[in-house]
């Protein structure tokens, strides 16, 4: 079984891994485009045009099974490449709304690049999920994943997004949250500094729902 999986960088790695954990028999390629970092400031055609790069290289690989490890290409591209490509099975990372909204909390605080909180697929996750009572704020964190990408003023980026003057009051905007979900690969590679900053949240990320896809894929298509 040949597993691809492709980020706009190393964020998807952690989904990888994750995979990995359960699949440990299987073949894999990661392809981690940190030349185009982040995705986030591409326009449609520019992403789509990468995206079909790495998809290209993967299928001519043998991938069975495609993860896209990057929630900005999969609210973006995925719709068309399952279009583009119908023999292969493509798993999307997205922000895992679904589960914070189900978790019983009141104040949801969803971050993400800017491409992914632009997306309809992010905005409408946001409503169909949204319960009486609660509310889901989707957080645009420009910057943050390059910065993570390079390893270079994280956490300058992070306080600027979370506090920064120029985005408005904290409380104004999102408050204290009761979870906060990570709606980019990226971001879980600074967990701890998030949760840091959020002592008494949840914080969430797509990690574990790929994974359960991708199995349950294989178990659907019989994929040996």
């Known amino acids: 079984m040949k597993i691809g999986v492709f980020d706009s960088g190393k964020g998807g790695t952690t989904v990888l891994a994750e995979i990995k954990k359960a699949l440990p028999g299987a073949e894999y390629r990661y392809i ?21 790069g790495h998809v290209e290289t993967l299928r001519e690989w043998g991938a069975e099974i495609i993860v896209i490890a990057c929630n900005t290409a999969t609210t973006r591209c ?44 992010t905005k409408k996750l946001a ?22 990408e390079k390893d270079k003023n994280v956490d300058e980026i992070l306080d600027m997004v979370l506090d920064g003057s120029e985005s408005g009051d904290r409380d104004a905007r999102y408050g204290t949250p009761d979870v906060v979900v990570l709606g980019c690969t990226h971001y ?3 967990r701890n500094k998030i949760q840091k900053r959020f002592p008494n949240a949840k914080i969430i990320d797509g990690n ?17």
């Open 32 to 52: 981690g485009d940190s030349a185009n970092c982040p995705y986030g400031d591409k326009t449609d055609e520019e992403l789509m045009r990468i995206v079909c």
């Open 127 to 148: 409503q169909d999920n949204q319960r009486v009572g609660q509310e889901i704020v989707l957080l645009a964190c420009p910057g943050l994943a390059d910065a993570i």
């Open 78 to 121: 995925i719709k068309r490449l399952r279009e583009m490509y119908p023999e292969i099975k493509f798993v999307g990372t997205e922000p895992a709304v679904k589960l914070a909204a189900e978790s019983g909390a009141t104040r949801i605080l969803v971050m993400a690049t800017a491409g992914t909180v632009a997306a309809e697929r």
């Open 208 to 224: 574990e729902g790929v994974k359960n896809r991708v199995l349950g894929i294989i178990k659907e298509y019989n994929i040996k």
């Open 188 to 190: 879980s590679l600074i």
